[in-house]
């Protein structure tokens, strides 16, 4: 038997685009009422406006790298729709250096924000009403990076995506008590626009063998569905076919690149 995601509420972080947003509409086919947070306004609204019932969703615009910000999101959230249920912490930022030898401080600095401040102090903020319902979802979005540290994700990304990975480990120690399930979601390369970031960005024929948005939802909505009684405590997904990255990490690893 799998577990109704029907009247259930669900916060998904970076949902404008990519993984996010096919989480965010995966979980509004399922009946979830879906809260769906970002930077730029009018990506959300194109992500609800993909809802079968886009009034049954709601936008909120807002920095995760600003602690007093994102605590005020969670007290809006609750004020507004009560306890969230499920939190799918997936907001990400890779550095546009990834060489461990030219990255610098203030770069370094903004991708940990993003991808382990900001999701630290969401969930902190919201855990209080899954503790008080003694039941709950926290699912992170990590990266194979946080596994296999690598040039092509970078140092700094590398870096924060394996310290997410330690924080859920820690988190899930101190809350199974509570009935809430931490899993943490290891992809591989992903098209989606994170990847313009690169030094040299994937062409099409690099991107058709890639995994796509869809695949990581489909893998996070399985996560939720099971029996509360089982959880995922962490899963690694990544493309089936290969592909040459020698000319990716060259271009890199080249300081004239960035």
């Known amino acids: 038997m799998t577990t109704d995601l029907g009247q259930r509420v669900a916060l998904v972080t970076g949902a404008g685009t990519g ?17 769906v947070c970002g930077r730029r306004r009018e990506l959300l609204d194109q992500t609800l406006n993909k809802f079968p019932d886009s009034s ?6 807002v920095d995760l790298t600003d602690p ?24 990400g930022f890779s550095s546009k250096i990834r060489s461990a030898r030219h990255i ?52 700094a990304y590398s870096a924060a995506k394996a310290a997410a990975r330690a924080y859920m480990e820690v ?17 591989g390369e992903v098209d989606t626009p994170i990847l313009d970031n690169r030094a040299l960005p994937p062409n099409a024929d690099a991107r058709a063998t890639m995994m796509k948005a869809e695949d990581i939802s489909a893998v996070v909505m399985t996560a939720l569905q099971l029996p509360h009684r089982a959880t995922v405590l962490e ?12 000319a990716d990490i060259k271009a890199a690893l080249d300081k004239e690149q960035h």
């Open 56 to 61: 049954a969703g709601k936008a909120y615009t």
């Open 68 to 91: 007093a910000a994102t605590e005020q999101l969670a007290a809006d959230i609750n004020k507004d729709s009560g306890d969230v249920d499920i939190l799918i912490n997936n907001a």
């Open 235 to 246: 899963l690694s997904i990544g493309a089936t076919e290969p592909r040459d990255m020698s």
């Open 104 to 155: 610098g401080a203030e770069e370094w600095q903004s991708v940990m924000d993003v991808n382990t401040l900001g999701p630290v102090i969401l969930t902190k903020s919201l855990l209080p009403g899954m503790i008080k319902q003694q039941r709950g979802d926290v699912i992170m979005i990590s990266s194979l990076a946080g596994l296999r540290p690598n040039v092509m994700a970078g140092a």
């Open 171 to 187: 988190l899930s120690s101190e809350v199974r008590r509570h009935g809430i399930r931490c899993t943490t979601i290891f992809p």
């Open 19 to 35: 993984i996010g947003r096919a989480i965010a509409i995966d979980l509004a086919r399922a009946g979830t009422k879906v809260l």
